[in-house]
C-alpha cells in the first residue's frame, strides 16, 4: 500500500475535487438533500467555513477553511462520503474487491487536495468552482446553476450577476 501524504495547514484554506467512482452517474444531484444533510451533519460536528462549493452530477469542488489549529480536513471528507453513502439506497454495481472489502461503490476512495497559499491563489481556485458548471457545459452563466456557494456570493457583491459566461471571460 502506498504512503499517500497530505500538506497539512492548521486553520488552512483548501480546495478539493471530490469525485464519484461512476464518472457517468448523475447521483450528487439526484441525492442533493442528502449530500446537503451529510454536509450540515459534519460541519456540526466537526465546524469548517465553506468558501465555496459546486456539486456537480459526478463529482464536486470546494474550497473550504478550516478553524484555527485545525488540520484534520480528510476526516472532515471522510465523514460527508459516509454520511451520504448511508443515506441512498445500494443499487451501484460493486466490484469482488468491493464486495468482499464491505465498501460500497460510490465514490473515488481518494479525493484531490490543494493548500490555498496566498489570495490570488484563492480568488483563481473560488472563481475555478463557480465557473465549473459552465466549463462542463450544463449552464451558460454560473447564476444557472442551482448547486453552487455562486448565489451566495453574488448576493454579497463579490460577483456580478452575469459573470460565469459561456465565453470564458469574467463579467
Given at each position: 500500500?502506498?504512503?499517500y ?10 480546495f478539493f ?8 452517474s ?9 449530500l446537503r444533510?451529510a454536509?450540515?451533519?459534519?460541519r456540526?460536528?466537526?465546524p ?7 456539486v ?6 470546494c474550497?473550504i ?9 480528510s ?7 459516509i ?10 454495481r ?9 465498501e ?10 490543494h ?5 490570488i491563489?484563492?480568488a483563481?481556485?473560488?472563481d475555478?468552482v ?31 450577476p452575469d ?9
Open positions: 500500500m502506498s504512503n501524504r497530505r500538506y497539512r495547514v492548521r486553520g488552512g484554506t483548501f475535487t471530490i469525485n464519484l467512482l461512476e464518472r457517468r448523475d447521483l450528487l444531484v439526484r441525492h442533493i438533500d442528502a444533510e454536509l450540515r451533519l459534519t456540526r460536528e466537526r469548517f467555513h465553506i468558501d465555496g462549493w459546486v456537480l452530477p459526478d463529482h464536486m469542488h474550497v477553511t478550516l478553524p484555527e489549529g485545525d488540520d484534520d480536513f476526516n472532515r471528507i471522510k465523514a460527508i462520503k454520511r451520504f453513502v448511508r443515506a441512498i439506497p445500494p443499487t451501484e460493486r466490484s469482488p474487491t468491493r464486495v468482499s472489502r464491505g460500497r461503490a460510490i465514490w473515488q476512495r481518494r479525493f484531490w487536495e493548500a490555498i497559499r496566498n489570495d491563489d484563492y483563481r481556485h473560488v475555478y463557480h465557473f465549473n458548471p459552465v466549463k462542463h457545459g450544463y449552464v451558460t452563466f454560473a447564476r444557472d446553476w442551482p448547486y453552487s456557494t455562486f448565489h451566495r456570493a453574488a448576493r454579497a457583491g463579490l460577483y456580478v459573470w460565469g459566461a459561456d465565453d470564458r471571460k469574467p463579467a
